[in-house]
């Protein structure tokens, strides 16, 4: 399992975002863990700004409005994946406090305004900043102040990646409706308890959303290739060229070339990542549904997904439970879920209920499996904090909105109850 958790860099004394550059830029922060915790710093190409770190399998990545990004290593539990990332974070605190920065584990950025945001410099967000607004009124508050973990997963082979998939794609939204932690908008609340949820829904419609095909019994890795081979493209790139190729699918690549180029197996891996499904397959399978987290909750969602993904009867109850869900009833349930979380409904069903049941299922799997950190305790641990929610009909949004002194500034607020 590895698990990818994004998080917004602001100053503590005004919440104003942190810019890429300067003194108290991220890319200073970059270096600083370069300089005092021995990662290595990688550019996109020669004489290109340092985007990305690396140590061992972990990687700490820069979404295009700056959102600071942990890509862990491949770890075999939960425990480990908690470990990591309290170790990143200790790591990333003496640096942030040094220079007033905080970081938030929220799913929209609750103060920024696009104007605010700065641009990262890699090479396909310029393709990206032209392209998605033409496919989804949203695309670049996607982009730009959206924050998501995503827990990723192995799988034994083509039945059992597919059956996953499946699986994932259907209890998604009961997911998204779980972990919803974006309440806010501009510093003031947005009505909805996940905003991000809302703003995945006018993206691009090629390249994201439940994937139809997928829900059908004869879903393979030939489907899923056949969908990918017909979504446009973003860019070829040659080193530091790129050549934008927004009007070419990559089937057509494949077959006509461009500008003189012709396909390589790289330009494939390049655009597989420019796919944004709710679930991913590709070398591990991506569950992405959920809102960023603030420490506390960041290891809930691998641990939730483990449970019902990695034990064969979990697995099997999970199966049954959305045995009586389509694709279109459930993508027609996603704004009322952005907008109304738990309380929302599916299928004639609250979904509270699907997210209780979903829980008892996955805390079942993890209990089988068995996992024990040095105190004897399981993996269940990790889901005591969202199970004490869902169990009080609450998501992450609801529990803050509830503590909210609306007669006090919100961002001392904010950073005290979202803080990483």
């Not at 690396?54 to 908690?82: K, M, N, V």
């Not at 990333?92 to 040094?98: A, F, G, P, Q, V």
Request: charged content about 25%; hydrophobic content about 40%.
């Amino acid at each position: 399992m590895g698990t990818e958790a994004e998080k917004f860099g602001v100053y503590v004394a005004d919440g104003s975002p942190v810019p890429f550059e300067g003194e108290r830029g991220i890319q200073s922060v970059l270096l600083e863990l370069c300089d005092r915790h021995g990662w290595f710093a990688e550019r996109e190409h020669e004489g290109g700004e340092v985007i990305m770190l690396r140590r061992g399998d972990a990687t700490i990545t820069l979404e295009p409005g700056a959102q600071l990004e942990l890509s862990g290593a491949p770890l075999s539990t939960i425990h480990q994946t908690c470990a990591e990332f309290r170790g990143h974070m200790a790591e990333l605190r003496d640096i942030s406090d040094e220079l007033g920065i905080g970081w938030l584990g929220l799913g929209f950025h609750p103060f920024a305004r696009q104007a605010d945001l700065p641009w990262v410099p890699k090479l396909r967000y310029g393709v990206m900043k032209q392209y998605l607004p033409t496919r989804g009124a949203l695309a670049l508050d996607m982009m730009r102040r959206t924050c998501t973990v995503q827990a990723n997963f192995d799988f034994q082979d083509e039945a059992d990646a597919t059956r996953k998939t499946r699986v994932s794609l259907a209890l998604s939204p009961i997911v998204t409706a779980m972990f919803a932690n974006s309440p806010w908008v501009e510093g003031a609340p947005s009505g909805e308890v996940t905003h991000r949820g809302r703003v995945w829904l006018e993206v691009d419609p090629d390249r994201s959303g439940l994937l139809p095909f997928a829900w059908a019994d004869d879903f393979s890795y030939r489907s899923y290739v056949e969908w990918a081979l017909d979504v446009p493209m973003f860019l070829i790139k040659r080193g530091s060229q790129i050549v934008p190729n927004t009007d070419q699918t990559f089937r057509a690549f494949m077959r006509d070339g461009k500008s003189g180029l012709t396909a390589t197996y790289d330009d494939w891996l390049t655009h597989l990542n420019t796919l944004f499904p709710e679930v991913r397959l590709k070398k591990t399978l991506e569950v992405r549904g959920a809102d960023g987290q603030p420490t506390p909750m960041v290891c809930a969602l691998p641990a939730l997904a483990k449970g019902f993904l990695y034990d064969d009867e979990a697995l099997a109850a999970a199966e049954t439970l959305v045995s009586g869900l389509d694709h279109d009833g459930v993508e027609a349930a996603r704004a009322g879920i952005a907008k109304d979380g738990l309380r929302a409904t599916l299928a004639g069903r609250e979904v509270g209920e699907w997210a209780n049941e979903l829980l008892a299922i996955s805390e079942a799997g993890l209990e089988r499996l068995g996992a024990l950190n040095r105190r004897g305790e399981d993996e269940r641990i990790h889901l005591s904090k969202l199970k004490a929610l869902i169990q009080n009909g609450k998501t992450p949004a609801d529990a803050m909105l509830d503590d909210i002194d609306e007669a006090a500034p919100l961002l001392p607020q904010v950073l005290e109850k979202a803080r990483v």
